[in-house]
């Protein structure tokens, strides 16, 4: 039987999500306070779980925005979302929103009172109308929004980051929070395996909970892969070789989506584990067969960083995810 902790879909109730106490109960103050939370990290240390928690327990509206870019989609999502749950007239915002969804957003929000709407992977809207109806909504209504995101895209310009874009002033000033979400260190993922073994009584020695723990680097959602594969009952050789086959499925469909060089960046530190900028420019152009030029070098490694994709630590640069090792393999 699966082990509810080691369940690979994102929680929606802090019984069985482990360890992140502290941060849903600061995200949900921060709410409360009348501030907007972006929770930004890499993928797969539990974003998406602390939002729809936080969502869930203050009866708010959770949207997965993972395939949202424009507003008529948001409109269209949000009041899916709503219809059944709030007691508003929502008729003619219906008609409207394929043909004004700007004003339909605008009214829906208006509408809804103090509601909290969770947009999770907001970075993929990309219409910068966006952030005008997020500023109308701050300024005449009770809605307060809590985000989740990557340093790119819309998160920049809801943080103030965003240069020489029309809209990006607007929003300057507003209770924008950031909360990183980290992985876990090399103890908190022995923690969270050993937790899960006693919960749900599964057969790990200590010897395979540290190996794994050093394998996934404290990344959640492949510890959490491994477990879950434990609890149905596969030794620890077979559940990492499971978890190789996921995630080489999931990190070359990400990988697919970079730039030519933020590609190559990547591959190379899959090979190099760590370098400096001007040694991984050197490997960096070997694998490419051409030479970069050092600002479109630098804006690749930047965007990597701000994609939480790869880290800098004491001049050098290391990937966060350790399974993109796969690109190696691959």
Same mark, same amino acid.
Request: with cysteine; hydrophobic share 35%.
């Given at each position: 039987m699966?082990c509810?902790?080691f369940d690979p879909?994102?929680?929606?109730?802090?019984?069985s999500?482990y360890?992140?106490e502290?941060?849903?109960n600061? &995200?949900?103050k921060?709410?409360?306070? %009348? *501030?907007?939370?972006?929770?930004? !990290?890499p993928k797969r =240390?539990? #974003?998406?779980?602390i939002?729809?928690?936080v969502?869930?327990?203050?009866?708010?509206v959770?949207?997965?925005?993972?395939?949202?870019?424009?507003?008529k989609?948001?409109?269209s999502?949000?009041?899916?979302?709503?219809k059944?749950r709030?007691?508003i007239?929502?008729?003619v915002l219906k008609?409207?929103?394929?043909?004004k969804?700007?004003?339909?957003?605008?009214?829906?929000l208006?509408?809804?009172?103090?509601?909290?709407i969770?947009?999770d992977e907001?970075?993929?809207?990309?219409?910068?109308?966006?952030?005008?109806?997020l500023?109308?909504?701050y300024?005449?209504?009770?809605?307060k929004?809590?985000?989740?995101g990557?340093?790119i895209g819309?998160?920049?310009v809801l &943080?103030?980051?965003s240069?020489?874009k %029309? *809209?990006s002033?607007?929003?300057? !000033?507003?209770?924008? =929070?950031? #909360?990183?979400?980290?992985?876990f260190s090399?103890e908190?993922?022995?923690?969270?395996?050993?937790?899960g073994?006693e919960?749900?009584?599964?057969n790990?020695t200590?010897?395979?909970?540290?190996?794994s723990?050093?394998?996934?680097?404290g990344?959640?959602?492949?510890?959490t892969?491994?477990?879950?594969?434990?609890?149905?009952g596969?030794?620890?050789?077979k559940?990492?070789?499971?978890?190789?086959n996921?995630?080489?499925r999931i990190?070359?469909d990400?990988?697919a989506?970079?730039?030519e060089?933020e590609?190559v960046?990547v591959?190379a530190?899959?090979?190099?584990?760590?370098?400096?900028?001007?040694?991984?420019?050197k490997?960096?152009?070997?694998?490419l067969?051409k030479k970069i030029?050092?600002?479109?070098?630098?804006?690749?490694?930047k965007?990597?960083i701000?994609?939480?994709?790869?880290?800098?630590?004491d001049g050098?640069?290391?990937l966060i995810?350790?399974?993109y090792k796969?690109l190696?393999r691959?």
């Amino acid at each position: 039987m699966a082990c509810d902790v080691f369940d690979p879909y994102p929680k929606n109730s802090r019984e069985s999500f482990y360890d992140r106490e502290d941060t849903l109960n600061e &995200v949900k103050k921060l709410i409360q306070g %009348k *501030f907007w939370p972006l929770i930004i !990290g890499p993928k797969r =240390v539990g #974003k998406t779980s602390i939002v729809k928690i936080v969502v869930n327990e203050l009866n708010g509206v959770y949207i997965d925005a993972s395939g949202i870019t424009s507003l008529k989609q948001l409109a269209s999502s949000l009041y899916n979302e709503i219809k059944f749950r709030f007691q508003i007239d929502l008729k003619v915002l219906k008609v409207d929103i394929d043909k004004k969804p700007t004003f339909s957003l605008q009214n829906i929000l208006t509408k809804l009172g103090d509601v909290v709407i969770g947009i999770d992977e907001v970075q993929n809207i990309t219409t910068p109308w966006f952030i005008s109806v997020l500023s109308t909504a701050y300024n005449t209504s009770d809605v307060k929004f809590i985000f989740t995101g990557s340093m790119i895209g819309l998160s920049k310009v809801l &943080v103030g980051e965003s240069k020489g874009k %029309k *809209f990006s002033n607007q929003f300057k !000033g507003r209770p924008i =929070v950031e #909360k990183e979400i980290s992985p876990f260190s090399y103890e908190e993922s022995v923690s969270f395996l050993a937790y899960g073994k006693e919960r749900c009584s599964i057969n790990m020695t200590e010897e395979e909970i540290k190996d794994s723990a050093e394998t996934y680097q404290g990344i959640v959602g492949w510890l959490t892969y491994y477990g879950n594969l434990r609890s149905l009952g596969y030794d620890h050789k077979k559940a990492k070789e499971e978890v190789d086959n996921i995630a080489s499925r999931i990190i070359l469909d990400e990988y697919a989506r970079l730039g030519e060089i933020e590609k190559v960046i990547v591959k190379a530190l899959g090979l190099l584990k760590s370098s400096n900028w001007n040694n991984l420019k050197k490997v960096c152009e070997g694998l490419l067969g051409k030479k970069i030029s050092d600002w479109n070098f630098d804006h690749s490694l930047k965007q990597l960083i701000k994609a939480r994709i790869i880290y800098k630590k004491d001049g050098k640069y290391f990937l966060i995810d350790p399974m993109y090792k796969v690109l190696i393999r691959d």
